[in-house]
Every structure is written in structure tokens, then in C-alpha cells.
């Protein structure tokens, strides 16, 4: 099976302690024998060949090599609100995940997507990926069910990612609760 992974956050190098959880499904899933390829906003520090069956490529959204807020646990401010420059970035970074969604998507013929944090990825991957007819499987980590909670359009984008995912998972009883608030009623945590 090719699986994509669609993240704001990855491990920069091997070394780098961030999200490392993320990077443990992809190498889990690639040591199992699953093709496996992670999609990232650029950041300057990123290194794209990893050992373990696992190719990143980082997504370039912005003119300006200096500026990218947009990732890394730069975007959010207490895990419940977008900081300033990552609103502006917001756009950009969207337009770019979904056009290199479809980009890799067309060379490498995937048979799943699957997009880690409600937002903003639940909904980027749902935008592209829904003419596929393929599965979407969104992964709740909490920062993005936080800023549903908070803000009513993030809310809007919450229950369009529950109406076109496939499978919706959730790290925790409480987020599980949380995420299901934005679902139809029938339960948020779907496995096929």
C-alpha cells in the first residue's frame, strides 16, 4: 500500500525531537512494507532523505525563504490560537499542501491519505483528496480540535473534516469526546 502523510509538524532531521509520533506511524507503516511519504511545509532546517523506508518533502508556500511561520509549532500560540503571521500564511500554505497533495498524488498513485492534526490538515486533505474517491484518514493530535473549539469558523472547517474522512482517530478518551461534538452525532472515532 503507498500511504501519504500529510503533516505541519515532522521530525526537522532524525535527531529532532519534534513530533516524533508522527514519524513513528510513517516508519511503522514502512516497516511493515508500506510504501510511505510524509509532506511538510518547507522549513530551511528540513532533511527530505530519511533512512527507513520514508521519503518527506517539503512544500515551499511562500516567495520568501526567510519567512515560514507555518508549521514546526510556529503557528500557535498555547496550542489554541494562530499566531499573526500564520494567518497570513494561512492561504498560502493551504493552496500549496493541496496543489503538491494532487502533484504527488498523480506520480506516485496513493491508496491513502493520511492527514495528522483535525486542522488544518483534516480539512486541506479533505479539499484535495475528495475527488479521488479514495480513503482519508484524519488523526487528531489536540492543537487543531482546540482552535475548533475556540473559533466558530474553525468549527465550520471541523464538521466539513468529519463529513469527508474516511476514519477519524483521536489520541486520547477526552479528545475523542471533544472531536465528536463536530461530527454528525454517530460518533467521531470511525474505523471501517
Same mark, same amino acid.
Given at each position: 500500500m503507498r500511504v501519504l502523510h500529510l503533516a505541519t509538524t515532522y521530525p526537522l532531521h532524525p535527531a529532532d525531537s519534534n =513530533?516524533?509520533? $508522527?514519524?513513528s506511524i510513517a516508519e511503522g507503516l514502512a516497516a511493515r512494507g508500506h510504501e510511505c511519504d510524509v509532506l511538510v511545509p518547507w522549513h530551511p532546517d528540513l $532533511?527530505?532523505?530519511r533512512p527507513g523506508g520514508v521519503t518527506v518533502t517539503g512544500f515551499r508556500y511562500s516567495p520568501i525563504? =526567510?519567512?515560514h511561520p507555518w508549521g514546526y509549532a510556529? =503557528? @500557535?500560540t498555547a496550542d489554541r490560537s494562530l499566531r499573526f503571521d500564520a494567518y497570513l500564511a494561512a492561504p498560502l500554505a493551504a493552496l500549496a499542501a493541496r496543489r503538491w497533495i494532487r502533484r504527488l498524488h498523480k506520480e506516485r498513485h496513493y491508496h491513502l491519505l493520511h492527514a495528522h492534526w483535525f486542522l488544518p490538515n483534516g480539512a486541506i486533505a479533505a479539499s484535495a483528496w475528495r475527488s479521488t474517491g479514495l480513503p482519508l484518514v484524519v488523526s487528531c493530535h489536540g492543537s487543531g $480540535? #482546540? @482552535?475548533a473549539e475556540k473559533h466558530d469558523w474553525a468549527a465550520r472547517l471541523g464538521? #466539513? $473534516?468529519q463529513r469527508h474522512a474516511d476514519a477519524v482517530t483521536a489520541c486520547s478518551a477526552d479528545l475523542t469526546r471533544r472531536v465528536d461534538r463536530f461530527g454528525d452525532g454517530t460518533g467521531a472515532i470511525r474505523i471501517p
Open positions: =513530533a516524533t509520533f $508522527v514519524a $532533511v527530505e532523505q525563504d =526567510a519567512w510556529q =503557528a @500557535l $480540535v #482546540y @482552535l464538521r #466539513y $473534516v
